[in-house]
């Protein structure tokens, strides 16, 4: 209905001024979203939506905190594999990004993302269920 379209533009409208105005609180956001994520899909909006903006506009401030958390749980390591942007990430964020989904899991083998040429740390649908099953804390 168009009263949902607007409650979810509202919702998208908040989260974007988060990730525009307060970037360690985006992280934190993105992390516990990322954490009740049910599929790939949801993934892959995460990384392609907030995650993305939160990199292009505030790479080298949060950089540090998601290369954490990608050395301490694999689904944040898929998460930012599920990034595309590079041509608006600053190029050493990009480098990092690459460094910290290389042990894997990712998402896809995509030239556009960091995981490009991955292909055997693709996850298949089974491995992405016990993924996403696991809780991170």
């Excluded at 790479?59 to 301490?72: C, Y």
């Excluded at 460094?99 to 292909?119: E, K, L, Q, S």
Aim: hydrophobic share 45%; aromatic share 4%; glycine share 8%.
């Amino acid at each position: 209905t168009h009263e949902e379209k607007g409650d979810r533009m509202r919702a998208y409208d908040c989260v974007d001024e988060m990730v525009q105005t307060a970037p360690d609180v985006a992280v934190t956001f993105i992390l516990a979203a990322l954490d009740e994520c049910k599929t790939g899909e949801h993934v892959a909006l995460l990384g392609a939506g907030a995650l993305e903006t939160l990199l292009k506009t505030h790479g080298p401030k949060v950089i540090g905190q998601l290369e954490k958390a990608a050395r301490q749980h694999a689904k944040v390591r898929y998460l930012l594999s599920a990034t595309w942007g590079q041509a608006y990430i600053v190029p050493k964020v990009w480098e990092h990004l690459v460094a910290a989904v290389a042990p894997g899991p990712v998402m896809d083998a995509d030239p556009r993302t960091p995981a490009a040429g991955m292909v055997d740390k693709i996850l298949d649908a089974n491995g992405v269920a016990a993924l996403l099953a696991e809780p991170m804390h």
